[in-house]
């Protein structure tokens, strides 16, 4: 293996997507039905192998709150990357997704990004038709995820890992 690479990623995304839940099942394998609002910043990291590569990554999990989000803007200077997260169960997330995609694009420039559709153990329940999903998909590098299952999650984090090694 050669030399560790360190990054800071930020999840961003509107509140209750599940951000917090994806780092937390990414980082500890653990999952939590007890809601709680993100204030402010929580930091994380995880070690992730790609290829003969280790990747540090440092997992900034924004707050969802949209009144903060000039606040939590800020947070973004110096990152390497951002998940971004999406509710498949309210189509509107995905809607916030784009919009703090695009502020994210003004601060970071042309950095990785891996889009996430989270909740896909409540596929049954999803607002996003199968047209949609493909017209993400050919914009995207898109993972449908479950926080709860622990289904995608481990393979969008590698992939944003595989990115920033590309860069």
């Keep these: 293996m050669t030399v560790l690479e360190k990054h800071k990623v930020c999840l961003l995304g509107a509140t209750g997507v599940g951000k ?3 780092v937390m099942r990414f980082v500890r394998s653990i999952f939590s039905d007890a809601y709680q609002t993100t204030i402010g910043t929580k930091i994380e990291s995880k070690h992730v192998v790609c290829g003969d590569h280790v990747v540090a990554l440092v997992l900034w999990d924004l707050s969802g709150e949209d009144e903060f989000q000039r606040v939590r803007l800020s947070y973004l200077r110096g990152a390497a990357g951002y998940l971004l997260v999406a509710d498949g169960t309210r189509r509107a997330t995905v809607e ?3 919009a703090l995609h695009d502020a994210a694009m003004g601060i970071l ?4 990004r891996v889009l996430v559709l989270n909740k896909a153990d409540l596929r049954a ?3 996003l038709d199968a047209a949609y999903e493909r017209e993400l998909a050919s914009r995207w590098t898109l993972f449908e995820t479950s926080a709860k299952t622990g289904a995608g999650v481990e393979e969008a984090f590698v ?3 595989h990115a920033l090694l590309q860069r």
């Design 109 to 112: 420039g042309d950095v990785p």
């Design 159 to 161: 992939a944003l890992g």
């Design 96 to 98: 916030t997704a784009m």
């Design 20 to 22: 917090t839940s994806l």
């Design 125 to 127: 329940f999803w607002e």
